[in-house]
């Protein structure tokens, strides 16, 4: 419960399994679509080695990073607009903002 009986109820166990198995899933596809679009741009289809030489590893070090950084970019901003939605103070009982 929560303080003085204000703000939302505690998630119950069902509900917090849910969201780690949710979270997981995403984890996942982002995972997956960060090996096929580095790997079909940086290693080639026909295997001349059975390890990566110095040129594919820093292509897909550079294709990674650069995932992850669009990746943050388009999470601040959905994150921007989903609390310029929320309207200033966020339902917070009109206090703060």
Do not use: W
């Not at 939302?8 to 997956?32: C, F, G, N, W, Y």
């Not at 940086?42 to 990566?52: A, G, I, Q, T």
């Amino acid at each position: 419960m929560s303080f003085l009986g204000f703000g939302r109820p505690q998630p119950s166990s069902e509900e917090k399994i849910s969201a780690v198995q949710a979270e997981m899933k995403l984890l996942t596809q982002m995972h997956d679509r960060l090996t096929k679009a580095c790997a079909k741009k940086c290693v080639p289809n026909d295997y001349r080695e059975s390890e990566l030489n110095k040129g594919e590893s820093v292509c897909l070090d550079r294709c990674a990073a650069k995932f992850f950084e669009v990746h943050m970019k388009v999470s601040e901003l959905l994150q921007q607009e989903m609390q310029a939605k929320a309207g200033p103070g966020g339902g917070g009982f009109g206090f703060g903002g």
